[in-house]
């Protein structure tokens, strides 16, 4: 992260998400709900609309991605799992 903003406007980003009860238990838990949802919010936001787009989204610009969030197990973070904890989460 380049800045105290950046750092500032980061932290304010993960205390909204971490409000998201994770509807996802045990085994169940690979991925950080919360990085997921940076992605595929970020996705999102550069005209992604698809689970396809949010992984290509995730995988181009995985070393930037890098610069803020952990991204533990990022490399079997496909579609479906996308899908699958977008389908779990209750509004």
């Known amino acids: 992260m ?4 950046d750092k ?10 971490r409000g ?3 509807p996802r238990r045990g085994n169940a ?7 997921v949802l940076i992605i595929a ?6 005209g992604m609309e698809h689970y396809v787009e949010m992984e290509m ?6 070393e930037w991605l890098r610069e ?15 899908e699958r904890i977008f389908l779990q989460i209750k509004e």
């Open 2 to 5: 380049k800045g105290k903003r």
């Open 8 to 17: 500032h406007i980061y932290e304010g980003i993960v205390n909204i998400f």
């Open 20 to 22: 998201i009860e994770d």
């Open 29 to 35: 838990i690979v991925y950080d709900l919360v990085e």
């Open 41 to 46: 919010v970020l996705a999102i936001l550069c």
């Open 57 to 62: 989204f995730g995988r181009e610009r995985e």
């Open 68 to 82: 803020f969030l952990k991204l533990d197990f990022f490399r079997n973070l496909g579609e479906t799992s996308y």
